[in-house]
């Protein structure tokens, strides 16, 4: 299990627990993020889990993949720490993640 910390884009923090083999997107619906649409379910046919990963975390999730890349291209805002949430899988190695949401989703 780990704990992500999502900021919202007018910087409120929640804390959330996420089970490991699951998504971070997961992790949001589950928790209620607001500004995590997850139209798709997860299925990476959409952009709107979109997240910036926080800069201390990026090796650790490492890059995404091109289907990933294909899909970012919709996304709004798109930064170098842009990731879709729905392709970032929970491990203990996530324990203390923090990602940022954007101002919205595409």
């Avoid at 299990?1 to 919202?8: D, G, L, N, Q």
């Avoid at 959330?16 to 997860?42: H, K, L, Q, Y």
């Avoid at 890349?69 to 970032?88: G, H, K, N, T, W």
Wanted: aromatic letters at 6%; glycine letters at 6%.
């Amino acid at each position: 299990m780990a704990k992500i910390t999502f900021v919202t884009f007018d910087g409120v923090r929640i804390e959330a627990d996420a089970e490991n083999g699951s998504t971070v997107m997961e992790s949001a619906i589950r928790n209620a993020v607001p500004g995590i649409d997850a139209e798709c379910g997860g299925a990476c046919a959409c952009a709107t889990c979109h997240v910036y990963v926080d800069d201390a975390w990026q090796e650790v999730t490492g890059e995404p993949e091109a289907m990933e890349e294909d899909m970012l291209d919709f996304a709004y805002d798109v930064r170098p720490s842009s990731r879709l949430s729905c392709q970032i899988r929970v491990s203990d190695e996530l324990d203390g993640l923090v990602v940022h949401v954007p101002e919205r989703q595409a």
